[in-house]
């Protein structure tokens, strides 16, 4: 099976601007979950989607937000960029029965300048 | 909200010695407790879990224990070795929301 991707890679933007991050899933998994992984804050956990549904959410602003499609593929919406922005964006994906594991995508670097 | 705390931070210890790293965890609903190894510039990978309603669980040099009315949970690594080196992230879970703790960075000393 393929592991799962995200993209782009990196991305530089500057404040005020808006950015899509994208996550598809190991096939056959129908969750995936976003993180922002930070040198001081360790793995902040997004929120996470199955079924195209929002099931999980966790302590960020509205500024950020995500969507799922039929498919299972995801994508994070960061809008009004702040500095404090700037992170590796993970995504990962499971099966979303509970009790499994997850599998994480290599990320995405994000930017502000 | 959930939290996950998790000691140390950092720990160096020589190889072949032993490694713990301690973790708890405030929701009570938490039902399944994995823990992840990431190595630089690497993605986190599983490396043991532990479901609630098993107190100990052991893979070759890897054991975790967990006690659940104390709301504490374990990773143990015997006989250490170089490539152990990486940063170790505890995480409790209920139904896919995954609270990680902030993490232990382990150097091991050849």
């Known amino acids: 099976k ?4 995200q993209t782009p890679r990196y991305l530089i933007k500057t404040r005020g601007q808006q950015v899509t991050l994208s996550c ?3 096939s056959g998994h129908r969750s995936v979950s976003w993180y922002q992984q930070t040198p001081g804050q360790g793995l902040q956990f997004l929120f996470e989607y199955f079924s195209e549904t929002q099931r999980n959410k966790g302590n960020f602003p509205g500024r950020f937000s995500g969507r799922q499609f039929s498919n299972s593929r995801s ?17 990962a994906s499971s099966s ?12 995405t670097r994000l930017t502000v300048l | 909200g959930e939290n996950v705390e998790q000691h140390p931070s950092t720990l160096s210890v020589q190889e072949g010695d032993s490694a713990v790293i301690k973790c708890t ?6 039902n399944y407790f994995p823990w992840y190894k990431q190595e630089l510039g690497k993605r986190p990978q599983l490396i043991i879990d532990i479901r609630s309603n098993v107190g100990e669980k ?7 224990t967990l006690n659940k009315t104390a709301k504490h949970f374990s990773l143990h690594i015997t006989e250490t070795q170089p490539e ?7 995480a409790a879970s209920h139904y896919d929301k995954v609270i990680f703790g902030p993490g232990t960075s382990l150097s091991v000393i050849p």
């Open chain 1, 2 to 5: 393929a592991g799962v991707t």
């Open chain 2, 84 to 90: 152990d080196s990486a940063v170790y992230f505890c």
């Open chain 1, 75 to 91: 994508e994070m919406n960061v809008s009004t960029l702040e500095l404090g922005d700037s992170a590796l964006y993970l995504c």
């Open chain 2, 25 to 30: 965890y405030s929701d009570s609903a938490s």
């Open chain 2, 58 to 64: 052991k893979d070759q040099r890897i054991a975790v």
């Open chain 1, 24 to 26: 598809s899933p190991i």
């Open chain 1, 96 to 107: 979303g029965q509970g009790y499994n594991e997850q599998f994480f995508g290599p990320g």
